[in-house]
């Protein structure tokens, strides 16, 4: 009897995993030209095949064997390529948005706005983002855990946008860069904060620093070794705001044993032979630091008169042309950062465009894992973001994986994520362009696929 009913278990299962199989989607995606991610020659006339959430295949048309039944997208003369990777993300800020009243607002004022409120901006900008090919985002800095609960509601499928990695709360020294309700002061209670994030499922912890003299930032070494070694010892990695005038920011966390930079300024030959010695990666933002802001307009024209994807990346790249046309000084004058924090102006800079590229052109040439983000300008437009690598020096291939494949190993997700290989999420989009031969083609943007799912069918409002 027992056997019997063994056996009737094993064939149920056999039937239940055979449905399941039988259910499972499967589509082929055809493109003119594949660009994987890895740094390989572009595949002509290729294939991608997805299974489920999943990339099965990729190569060649001829290659690649189709099932009978797949979903076949045929994208024509289009060029596909890895999801972009956003590894500098604040959904939730906008720079130059109003109150009730019409008067122009902080970030800090932003920030303490209700949740519900800046919630409201998150999931609009989450769509948008992903729309515009951003499938994966890592998060560095919400409040009130306003990343946790997108991220949940994303997952769930209540609203779309990219896949979040979570950044949580950052944690600052008292009068430091960010909002009073994340200040710390000492060890203990700097620790007391990494385990409050850790306990809210948060992956990379964020501290802000800010350089206070040329040897000094705004955490003591030994508040800085103890988040950074309590963070590591419960398993998260840890990624640093380090700018300012001299390094001394930069030097402090690398030497405290950061994993990730952002922003990264100044990035001097001795930084980069640190950064290099120590293995720490780089998470540039350098659209944000032209010194061009968004204000209202620009946000106006995201919520209510863009058309599509295309047409933000557009305004975007217009939008920075123009600032660089009208203001002609960014091009080669580092000029004092402009802040609401009056006292900052004295301890952090601005860097012009061509301090900016060359830096960026010599971290990666020196061997610096180098990814990009676009902090609180333009979310989705990342492309515009390559192309600034590009014109600085950098190939078009190599700006491309800085988006895609070194950002997904910078963020600890390179075995999932950031080039087209089978087993990998099937994160993929396609242009209507050749991004290696044509410049600024990001508002060519079309296909976009998360995890094996379709999104650019979707509404853009």
Known sequence: MISRIHGLSILLLAVLSTAAFAQERIVA???????????????????????????????????????????????????????????HGHLSLRFGITDQNGAVMTLA????????????????????????????????????WNDIYLKRAVETGQVPGPRMILGGEPISSTSGHGSPQNWVDGPWDGVRAVRENFGQGVEWLKLLLIDR?????????????????????VGMKVTAHATGRWGSAIRAAIEAGVDNIEHARPMTDDIIRLMVQRGTTVSLTPLVYVGF???????????????????????????????????????????????????????????????????????FQSGVPVSL?????????????????IEGGFAPMDAIRAATAVAAKNIGYGDRLGTLEKGKFADLISLRADPLTRRWAWNTIHFVMKSGQRYDTLSWN
């Not at 997805?50 to 289009?78: C, F, K, M, Y």
């Not at 040329?214 to 010892?233: C, I, W, Y």
């Open 213 to 233: 003299t040329p040897n000094a930032t705004l955490f003591s070494p030994e508040e800085l070794k103890a988040m950074v070694d309590e963070a590591h010892r």
């Open 373 to 389: 983000g676009l902090d609180t300008v333009y979310y989705g437009t990342i492309g515009n973001a390559i192309e600034f690598l």
């Open 29 to 87: 995606i055809k493109a003119r030209q594949i660009i994987d991610g890895t740094g390989r020659a572009p595949i002509a006339n290729g294939v991608v095949l997805v299974r489920g959430d999943r990339i099965d295949a990729v190569g060649p048309a001829a290659s690649v064997t189709i099932p009978a039944g797949a979903e076949v997208i045929d994208l024509g003369d289009e060029t596909l390529l890895p999801g972009l990777i956003d590894t």
């Open 293 to 363: 802001r968004p204000d209202a307009t620009t946000w106006q024209y995201l919520d209510a008169v863009a058309k599509g994807p295309g047409d933000w990346v557009e305004y975007g790249r217009k939008q920075f042309f123009d600032f660089r046309k009208t203001h002609p000084e960014v091009e080669s004058t580092d000029r004092p950062y402009v802040s609401e924090d009056f006292t900052r102006a004295g301890r952090d800079f601005f860097p012009s465009i061509a301090t900016q590229q060359r830096e960026a052109l010599a971290a």
């Open 109 to 144: 004022q932003g920030q303490a706005q209700p949740d519900g409120t800046q919630m409201l901006r998150m999931v609009r900008d989450a769509r948008a983002a992903l729309l515009c090919g951003v499938t994966t985002m890592r998060m560095v800095g919400e409040q009130h």
